[in-house]
């Protein structure tokens, strides 16, 4: 099952970035090709029957799958980006994270009003990163459609942040 495949792949990193953390290394699934497809189709499958207009993925690692994801269902990509690192004129949140502030944007013609947009990351822990993407699609008055994500961290309770979006939220390893 895809699932146990996934969880045997990742790769455990202690103290990273800081002690007391053990970091989920999704890297290794990406020198899987076979493995790296069968996540691309799982997420489809889970999304098939969903009303999605565009995939929103999050910096760096939600860019891994979001526009295979995007591709495969033939909808766009917006990729979300830190402050100051997208060309054109753009729509920004900033947010409060437990080590200081961060900001993150879109370009502002990227969400339709309207329109419905599955945010997608690689990894779900605090809920603080994709919160800050939900309001930018609340911003330009369009709709959460709902989150995916590769790996969701139960214990830090981020499905709770961002059940008030939408309480669709799919990932497809637990721990």
Not at 116 to 123: A, F
Not at 131 to 157: C, T, Y
Not at 159 to 168: A, G, M, Q, R, T
């Amino acid at each position: 099952m895809i699932r146990e495949q996934i969880k045997a792949t990742i790769r455990d990193v202690k103290d990273f970035p800081k002690e007391g953390i053990v970091f989920k290394d999704i890297t290794p699934i990406l020198e899987n090709p076979e493995l790296t497809a069968a996540i691309t189709k799982e997420f489809v499958r889970q999304m098939s029957g969903m009303k999605i207009d565009a995939i929103m993925g999050v910096e760096s690692r939600g860019f891994f799958w979001g526009p295979m994801v995007a591709q495969e269902l033939g909808i766009p990509f917006i990729p979300v980006r830190k402050k100051g690192k997208l060309p054109y004129k753009t729509v920004s949140f900033q947010y409060d994270l437990e080590y200081g502030s961060a900001e993150i944007e879109v370009h502002a013609d990227a969400i339709k009003e309207g329109a419905n947009i599955l945010i997608h990351d690689d990894l779900l822990a605090t809920g603080g990163t994709a919160a800050a993407a939900a309001e930018i699609v609340l911003k330009q008055k369009a709709h959460v459609a709902g989150f995916s994500f590769l790996v969701i961290l139960d214990f830090l309770n981020g499905v709770e942040i961002l059940s008030k979006y939408n309480n669709n939220i799919t990932g497809l390893v637990n721990y």
